[in-house]
């Protein structure tokens, strides 16, 4: 055997060991049975030929009420990465380029080639990963470590990891932790979220969460990173700290992070069907909270990416994250919950183009967390009110814990990066990114004092 083709064994015997590893089923979380329209039954969607572009000036288009993001979606089969009044990027077939184009040049819109095929910047990522944690596994045969879960921020992990983790935690520190299911989702997979408190009954509470959209995987990896600085030294953490309690949650959307793991890397929304449409499925989360519901940024027709639902909490997830904190909101002081991607830091409302009233307060808050990450890790964050950079939309958690709870340090983190690789995130990036999300909520647990 030559040299090449070793080497084209090697990464084969790599991807299938990871293709298991990945693919491990969540059935052992729960005992339960699988959808029938669930992965195993589906064949990976690959993005060969699919190129990543950002639209730029589309705000003359919208102008002129030229729905850019509707007719790309529907017109030319394109997936919205990221929309906002500035652009647009979206991952669009070769094949409908030209078209596509032609469209776009029609109404003076520019195209920029953020990336030539999508599948690559995929199959890096995955790459890296086993990569890394190869690595990790080649240091631990010679350090003996003793970490169950297996859980790292060398690479993306499972729910099964994730979850195991939050247990692990649990076990290390049964006085301190409480580990709640919250719900189940439409696949049966459990809703978790972890409490860490010294004082239940009287401290001031922070909610953190991750994973409401599937493909932002930088999101509960920065999620569990939180909950590890948290523990890992939790005797010595300041003050302003350990007199919180902290409620975490590193996936709201179990069913759509692993159909995004092994089957379509790019998917957003949950996984729960529609009576309306046989072939469509998922409802986005972040559209289905009781909060201008009806308003623009969500979309009535469930094969969209922006599907607000049939109603209001019509989702397993949004009930059971809004009852459990409906339950708990005396005292509740912060919410944060952690997305991808475009490094801001964002606070309400976005559901109507208005400021909260203590806008300034938040502003400067955000502003001091972004100066810190400044100097932490050198990555710029904009910190700056919702609407105003990511366009209106109804249904937000954010604008819902906001509107609806009374919280008042409510902010949305959109982490790494600004769009090279969008959420493909190359998992090298995980751990400074994890550092500037942990910045942000201990700057806010310092605000609250
Ligand atoms: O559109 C979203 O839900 C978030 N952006 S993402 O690209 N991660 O999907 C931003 C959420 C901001 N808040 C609200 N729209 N309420
Ligand atoms: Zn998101």
Known sequence: MNHRSLLLWMLFGSLLALAVARGNSNASLTGHVLGDHEDLNEIPVRYDDTELWRIHNISDALLWTVPVTEIMENKFGANIWKENPKYVDLSITKMQAKAARSFLNAHRMDTELLARNVQDLIDEEQLEGIRATQAKLGRRIRKASNDASGMNWNDYQSLETIYDYMREIRAKYPDICRLYTIGHTYGGRELKVLRISENPRDNKKIWIDGGIHAREWISPATVTFILSKLMDDWENQPKYIRELTWYIMPVMNPDGYHYSRTVNRLWRKNRSPSTRHANCFGVDLNRNFDIGWTSQGSSKDPCSDIYRGSAPNSELETKAVAEFLSKRKYNLEAYL??????????????????????????????????????????????????????????????????GVLGVKYVYTVELRDRGLNGFVLPPKYIKDTAIEGWTVAETVAQAIG
Not at 345 to 368: E, S
Not at 375 to 394: D, F, M, R, S, W
């Open 337 to 402: 919950t952690y997305h991808s991607y475009g490094q801001l830091i964002v606070y309400p409302w976005a559901f109507k183009a208005v400021k909260v009233k203590d806008a300034n307060v938040l502003q400067r808050v955000a502003n001091t967390a972004a100066e810190r990450i400044i100097q932490k890790t050198g990555t710029p964050y904009k910190a700056a009110v919702t609407h105003e950079v990511l366009g209106i939309a109804g249904g937000g958690s954010d604008d819902w814990s906001r």
